[in-house]
Antibody
Framework: QVQLKESGPGLVQPSQTLSLTCTVS????????VSWIRQPPGKGLEWMGV???????DYNSAIKSRLSISRDTSKSQVFLKMNSLQTEDTAMYFC??????????WGQGVMVTVSS | DIQMTQSPSLLSASVGDRVTLSCKAS??????LNWYQQKLGEAPKLLIY???SLQTGIPSRFSGSGSGTDYTLTISSLQPEDVATYFC????????FGAGTKLELK
């Protein structure tokens, strides 16, 4: 049974760095890719970036300069770090397994609010 | 970047209705198109991949079609549990989602 679960702070101050963790079970990170996707309140979905099964990464060009995705395969965890947060980064953040462009399993999401 | 436009943004229908949701890409995406269902307060769930392949466990009343730039999700007989927002997503060139169609009961 594949499960993904996001964790991290619910509140981040403007200009600070967001750090999130996606803990995965039921699939191997060395055989599967994981993406981060976010959704501002009441709005649509934005793909942020992916860490491939080989450990390589790719990012959405709109946020590439602020984003970093990494992993710890021994702990089955994927990490997101995004700096210089602004209020428009307030969103639900999801991790999802990414198989050939299809997001087949999703975590429940973690709500992040950027506010002082 | 490929833009995805969904229509309508809000759709009201009755139980048993045949419902059609549309998704249009800004360029040819060669059927690299998925559909997701998101119920209130939940994560999106994959319904259909590669335009018309039904994900395991999804009821057969859901179907997809299309080619080129124009794609459709059809629900053959609307059920109360289908109330949700539906998103299309292209993966011909990276990944972008449509803004969604909110489906409600009339």
């Amino acid at each position: 049974q594949v499960q993904l679960k996001e964790s991290g702070p619910g509140l981040v101050q403007p200009s600070q760095t967001l750090s999130l963790t996606c803990t995965v079970s039921g699939l191997s990170l060395t055989s599967n890719s994981v993406s981060w996707i976010r959704q501002p309140p009441g709005k649509g979905l934005e793909w942020m970036g992916v860490i491939w099964s080989n450990g390589g990464t790719d990012y959405n060009s709109a946020i590439k300069s602020r984003l970093s995705i990494s992993r710890d395969t021994s702990k089955s965890q994927v990490f997101l770090k995004m700096n210089s947060l602004q209020t428009e980064d307030t969103a639900m953040y999801f991790c999802a397994s990414n198989y050939a462009g299809v997001f087949d399993y999703w975590g429940q999401g973690v709500m992040v609010t950027v506010s002082s | 970047d490929i833009q995805m436009t969904q229509s309508p943004s809000l759709l009201s229908a009755s139980v048993g209705d045949r419902v059609t949701l549309s998704c249009k890409a800004s360029q040819n995406i060669y059927k690299y198109l998925n559909w997701y269902q998101q119920k209130l307060g939940e994560a999106p769930k994959l319904l259909i991949y590669y335009t018309n392949s039904l994900q395991t466990g999804i009821p057969s009343r859901f179907s997809g079609s299309g080619s080129g730039t124009d794609y459709t999700l059809t629900i053959s007989s609307l059920q109360p549990e289908d109330v949700a927002t539906y998103f299309c997503q292209q993966y011909n060139s990276w990944y972008t989602f449509g803004a969604g169609t909110k489906l409600e009961l009339k």
